[in-house]
C-alpha cells in the first residue's frame, strides 16, 4: 500500500489546516505522526478503519479531529488553533488488519511527509 500525504502549507497562529492521505489500497488503521527539525517523531492522532476508534496525542488533545472515508481509500485530519509549536513534518502511516496504536513501529506503511509551518 502506498500512502500521499498532503494539505500542508503556512499558516498563522491560530489557523486551521486540513491534512488528507490518500492510500493506494486497503488499510486499517490509519495514523498522523509528526516530527520537528531535532525531535522524534510524535504520534498525533490514529483511527480504526470502522472510525470506531480514535486515539489522540496529549498535544493535540481537543484541537485536531481525525476522519477517513474508506471508499476513496483516503484520510484526514483537520486542525485547528494551531500553534507555532505543531511546526512539523506531518506523516501518514496504516497498519494491517486488526492493528491499532500510538506506536510508530505498529505503522506498516508510510507517506512522505507535508510540511506544516506554524508562524507566530
Known amino acids: 500500500v502506498q500512502l500521499q500525504a498532503s494539505g500542508g502549507g503556512l499558516v498563522q497562529t491560530g489557523g486551521s489546516l486540513r491534512l488528507s492521505c490518500a492510500a493506494s489500497?486497503?488499510?486499517?488503521?490509519m495514523g498522523w505522526f509528526r516530527q520537528a527539525p531535532g525531535k522524534e517523531r510524535e504520534f498525533v492522532a490514529t483511527?480504526?478503519?470502522?472510525?470506531?476508534?480514535?486515539y489522540y496525542g496529549d498535544s493535540v488533545k481537543g484541537r485536531v479531529t481525525i476522519s477517513r472515508d474508506n471508499a476513496k481509500n483516503a484520510g484526514y485530519l483537520q486542525m485547528n488553533s494551531l500553534k507555532p509549536e505543531d511546526t512539523a513534518v506531518y506523516y501518514c502511516?496504516?497498519?494491517?488488519?486488526?492493528?491499532?496504536?500510538?506506536?510508530?513501529?505498529?505503522?506498516?506503511?508510510w507517506g512522505q511527509g507535508t510540511q506544516v509551518t506554524v508562524s507566530s
Open positions: 502511516a496504516a497498519t494491517v488488519m486488526g492493528v491499532i496504536g500510538t506506536s510508530e513501529y505498529q505503522y506498516k506503511y
Open positions: 489500497g486497503r488499510t486499517y488503521a
Open positions: 483511527i480504526s478503519r470502522s472510525g470506531s476508534t480514535t
